[in-house]
């Protein structure tokens, strides 16, 4: 074979004189399937997996830059057992794990024995390799709260989507699509899947029109053929509008909804009774009515068409509602799950790493947290509640709390209320890959391996069904362990060991992926397996209660909710003492509270901001480039500030990420940045359980 027809990756391989080893990228929850090039025991050079569909050999900066986590000094190396007491900063001394396993183990059996199993709960954001802790405190243990953090991210999203279309998490397919509808998902700043990003330059090209709907003129609105400046917490009254217009226009698909969905007359007579006209929304929202019209028409007649949420229109109490209106807007068009739409993905036939035989299983007591919250409908732990049951015992005592890969003291509301949680548990692990904030306030601390040095098998977040492996390029940093070691090791203790009995992480994974074409070996050598996207699922039974596309939610109606979205006013409102709203988003550069400890990403953008409309600044005296101090009713916080002429006056937009010393431990760091959290009070949607960060109302002064 000539140099020329080597493939890519090879060519590399050889100039860096490195092995390739096929893995997948955990900087972000989109996990890109990777190729991963190891010398002499240290990673040298990352990039995308050239063959995959999701990122063809691409990757982002954050993910190029990812491979410093195999590095970074401020790893946590060693078990570490806390010597202070709580509430104050941690301190620890090293122990050995079998210590660790020890101590927890016999917490675990404390706590079941004073309060009952459901007493213990977990977190965690990825869920990297999660499952392996539902088997050990889920299946074996008894607790029925097994949860991630998805109330803390698209919490009103995924309801909507299960409750009309029955799917956990629809995928976009719009590169095939003409016309995009983006309600506050900012594609080109926040990245969510590179496919994804690459499918909305790709539609552009191939002549689709792109509409942001967003307070602020956002990476994504700045390569939009149309930007909607709409009012913060206000999508769900222009959605509902928009609605309207589609269906007294007689411009919805009679066919696709006749068939397909369920309710559609009451919802015509909702909008009616409600008097949701394009006038009445105008008001609401900033967008005048006959851009309304207009925009709800262009959607409706330019096929195909995708009408897309993320987390924009939730953080409000109103969340819920605006999200399910604009997931309508797809099913009145008949936009659902063709070619360039909204897209119900498969998913991959990926079993348990482990088969715990049901004799040897505990059934939980007591309803998981969510439901005797009053929260049926969540999908999730709505985690600024949890904070009620570990102080107060309400609705019933929280004792012990594993922490995997999350980190609440920086990312959940009020952060004061998160840290009191903390000294009020039996039993806090952190599970780990940096000194966390919120692992200071922990009993223990188990330093897992990073994405680099540890095997996953997982979905990936494609089109198609699609399995994902992560596989361990280099040695444990320290005496860092993957989590299917830690959770063996704590098993054993509990005398659990033998539903853990593999020796290699190869002995999982080949039970994990038995039912996967090919089976491990084809997984290990290509990093993925994909299956082609199937479209037209729509009609072949969804899995909602009528198995149709629910306009009208029979999970709601059960719940004792409408089964038709309405639009109410969000909660807070700024007034004369603290006149601007806060709205939150991303950093390009950064992911969340993961990438700050990274010297690569922290030259590139070293601190968050907030942006302040330029007659707002004039207003109240602030320059660009200032440092400014941000206050609300609760805490205020001192950040730089940035001028810009895009974003809604009377709104701050916070750069998330940052802040408070983060890391604790972390040299690159600490002291760079401000972290909002604590300006905000708990606000919780009262259907969903999803956090309401923008819920927050604030003044600002120069410093
Ligand atoms: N570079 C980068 N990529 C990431 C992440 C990251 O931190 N950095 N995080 C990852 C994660 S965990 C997630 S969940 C996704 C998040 O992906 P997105 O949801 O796309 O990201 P955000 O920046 O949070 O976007 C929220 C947008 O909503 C807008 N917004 C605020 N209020 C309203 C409103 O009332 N209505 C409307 N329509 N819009 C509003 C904000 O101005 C902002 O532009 O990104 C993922 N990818
Ligand atoms: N103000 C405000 N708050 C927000 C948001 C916002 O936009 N504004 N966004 C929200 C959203 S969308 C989300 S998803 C949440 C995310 O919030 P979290 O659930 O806290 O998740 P991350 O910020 O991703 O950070 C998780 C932790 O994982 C650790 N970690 C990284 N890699 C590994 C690993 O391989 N193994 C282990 N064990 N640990 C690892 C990091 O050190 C970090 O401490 O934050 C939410 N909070
Ligand atoms: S998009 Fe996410 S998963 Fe993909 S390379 Fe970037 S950080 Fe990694
Ligand atoms: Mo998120």
């Not at 050995?96 to 004073?114: H, N, P, T, V």
């Not at 599970?431 to 990073?450: H, N, R």
């Not at 999970?555 to 409102?573: K, Q, T």
Request: with cysteine.
């Amino acid at each position: 074979m000539t140099y020329q027809e080597k493939k890519l990756s090879q060519r590399i391989a050889e100039i860096k004189k490195a092995e390739v080893v096929k893995s997948f990228c955990y900087s972000c929850p989109w996990n890109c399937p990777t190729e991963v090039y190891v010398r002499d025991g240290k990673v040298v050079y990352v990039k995308g997996n050239e063959d995959a569909p999701n990122n063809i050999g691409t990757r982002c900066s954050k993910g190029m830059a990812s491979w410093w986590i195999t590095q970074d000094p401020d790893r946590v190396k060693y078990p570490m057992l806390r010597t202070n007491p709580k509430g104050e900063r941690g301190e620890f001394k090293r122990i050995s794990w079998d210590e660790a396993f020890d101590f927890i183990a016999g917490k675990l059996k404390d706590i079941a024995k004073k309060y009952g199993p459901e007493a213990v709960a977990l977190t965690c954001h990825h869920d990297p390799n999660t499952q392996f802790y539902r088997h050990l405190l889920s299946d074996l243990y008894g607790s029925p709260n097994m949860y991630a953090h998805t109330s803390g991210c698209e919490q009103d999203r995924r309801s909507a989507c299960l409750t009309i279309f029955g799917h956990v998490f629809p995928m976009h397919d719009f590169a095939n699509s003409k016309y995009i509808m983006l309600w506050g998902m900012n594609m080109l700043g926040a990245n969510q899947g590179l496919f994804e990003s690459r499918g909305i330059l790709e539609a552009k090209k191939n002549g689709a029109k792109v509409v942001v709907i967003d307070p602020s003129f956002t990476e994504t609105a700045q390569k939009a053929d149309e930007w909607l400046p709409v009012q913060p917490g206000t999508d769900g009254a222009l959605a509902l509008a928009m609605c309207k217009v589609i269906i007294d226009d007689n411009l919805y698909d009679r066919e696709f909804v006749a068939a397909h969905c369920e309710g559609f007359d009451g919802f015509r007579d909702h909008l009616n009774d409600k008097g949701y006209t394009p006038e009445w929304a105008a008001e609401i929202c900033g967008i005048d009515a006959d851009t309304i019209r207009r925009i709800a028409r262009e959607f409706a007649t330019t096929k195909p068409a995708i009408s897309a949420i993320f987390k924009g229109s939730g953080y409000y109490t109103n969340g819920h509602d605006a999200g399910r209106a604009c997931y309508i807007l797809d099913a009145l068009t008949g936009q659902v799950d063709g070619v360039g739409n909204l897209h119900l993905k498969d998913w991959a036939p990926v079993g348990n790493p482990v088969d715990i035989p049901d004799d040897a299983k505990t059934a939980p007591k007591k309803d998981p947290l969510h439901v005797a919250m009053g929260y049926p409908l969540a999908p999730d732990l709505p985690n600024s509640r949890l904070p009620e049951a570990v102080i107060d015992g309400k609705p019933y005592p929280v004792k012990g709390l594993f922490v995997h890969s999350t980190n609440p003291v920086m990312s959940d509301p009020d952060r004061d209320r998160v840290m009191e949680m903390f000294k009020h548990l039996e039993l806090a692990v952190a599970c780990e890959v940096l000194m966390s904030e919120t692992a200071l306030e922990c009993d223990i601390v188990l330093p897992e391996t990073s994405f680099y040095e540890m095997a996953e098998v997982r979905q990936g977040l494609w089109l198609g069904a699609e399995a994902i492996i992560c596989q361990p390029a280099i040695d444990p940093v320290g005496e860092s362990k993957p989590p299917y070691e830690i959770v063996q090791g704590i098993a054993k203790k509990m005398g659990w060991g033998k539903h853990f009995a593999y020796k290699t992480w190869e002995d999982w994974a080949a039970t994990a992926t038995a039912g996967l074409p090919g089976g491990l070996e084809a997984l290990k050598e290509k990093g993925f397996w994909s299956a082609p996207p199937e479209y037209n699922k729509v009609g072949k039974g969804l899995e909602t209660k009528t198995g149709k596309i629910e306009i009208y939610s029979h999970a709601y109606a059960d719940a004792g909710h409408n089964p038709y979205p309405e639009y109410v006013e969000r909660s807070v409102h700024p007034d004369d003492e603290y006149p601007l709203q806060v709205t939150h988003s991303k950093l390009s550069m950064h992911c969340n509270i993961v990438t700050q400890n990274n010297p690569m990403l922290m030259e590139i953008c070293p601190e968050n901001w907030v942006e302040i409309n330029s007659a707002d600044a004039l207003k109240y005296g602030i320059r660009d480039d200032q440092m400014v101090v941000i206050e609300s009713p609760k805490d205020n916080i001192t950040i730089r500030a940035k001028v810009v002429e895009g974003l809604v006056p009377g709104c701050v937009s916070i750069r998330h990420g940052h802040g408070f010393g983060h890391w604790a431990m972390g040299s690159v760091a600490k002291g760079k940045g401000a972290h909002s959290n604590n300006l905000m009070e708990i606000h919780t949607n009262p259907v969903t359980g999803a956090n309401c960060y923008n819920e927050c109302k604030v003044r600002v002064r120069p410093a």
